[in-house]
């Protein structure tokens, strides 16, 4: 089982002058406490915090991979609207590089309708996003084997495809693609993906999983080749800013990794105030760890 800390949380708890040092505290903090991989959100506004502060994704992964060396560093995720999806792609390449190899390319079909109109960016139909999505991958695809060739896709257009220098992990960086949808998202997860990101609790979680081994019986595809990923809440049910104790927090790991999940992320309270990376490493991923060995 991996484990995953997002570090929005930072953003949200300290003034604009000491978000740089904290972040890059907190990133390495969690790689010391035995975290597999750290996670940003792709939104211009927070959406759980109208106004509230957030961190450009990939500016901000930039950085943390600079005051990292061991952890993955992805996006939940990037939504295809916000970027010219070639480039998109470049930049995933591009931070794979100069990571050493830790990249994902987390992408999903967006979904925030007035931060695009806050931002002048367009929103079209969901269908459309989604049709622009499968470009996004197909064009990941093709970059990663090394084409370089035209593309012509639903929405995009290409008249070449150069992307060097070509990404250090192998055979490219693990494209994860986010959402439980189960007759669009979960049907390209199979086809492309190398993760998908859905079930936030056991039930949900066996329900979207008996349609993604579907979807992939359909595409000819082992569903052994997709890390599944999922959130996982750690509030202590009577406070929810608090962190519960890590005897209830390995029951709730030990439940999703009986429904399937592979790599569980966290949301952690009191990042920056308080020794929470440090308290969940100590109590929960050296419990597991050993438990594991």
């Not at 999505?133 to 064009?139: G, H, K």
Request: with cysteine; glycine share 12%.
């Amino acid at each position: 089982m991996k484990l995953g800390l997002e570090l929005g949380p930072v953003v949200r708890s300290v003034p604009p002058e000491r978000v740089g040092p904290e972040l890059a505290r907190a990133a390495g903090r969690a790689e010391a406490a035995g975290f597999d991989s750290v996670w940003v959100w792709d939104h211009l506004v927070d959406p759980s915090r109208w106004e509230g502060p957030i961190l450009e994704a990939w500016t901000a992964m930039g950085f943390v991979a600079a005051a990292t060396s061991r952890v993955k560093i992805g996006t939940l995720v990037n939504g295809v609207t916000y970027r010219y999806p070639a480039v998109l792609v470049k930049q995933a390449s591009t931070l794979d590089v100069l990571s050493g190899g830790r990249a994902y390319l987390g992408v999903g079909a967006a979904w925030h309708a007035r931060e695009h109109r806050a931002f002048g960016v367009p929103f079209p139909s969901l269908r459309t996003r989604f049709e622009l999505l499968e470009d996004t991958l197909e064009i990941a695809h093709r970059a990663w084997r090394g084409e370089r060739g035209p593309f012509r896709g639903r929405h995009l257009r290409l008249t070449e495809q150069i992307d060097l220098p070509a990404p250090l992990s192998r055979p490219h960086p693990p494209i994860l693609v986010g959402g439980g949808g189960e007759r669009r998202t979960l049907r390209l997860v199979a086809r492309y993906a190398d993760a998908g990101n859905f079930g936030s609790d056991p039930a949900s979680f066996r329900r979207k999983l008996a349609v993604l081994r579907r979807h992939c019986e359909e595409v000819g595809r082992p569903i052994e080749e997709i890390e599944l990923t999922s959130g996982l809440d750690v509030g202590a049910s009577a406070d929810a800013g608090r962190m519960a104790s890590p005897e209830l927090l390995l029951e709730r790991i030990g439940r999703m990794r009986d429904a399937g999940a592979h790599h569980l992320i966290f949301p952690l309270p009191g990042v920056v105030e308080t020794g929470a990376i440090e308290r969940f490493g100590a109590g929960v991923i050296a419990a597991l760890r050993g438990s594991e060995a």
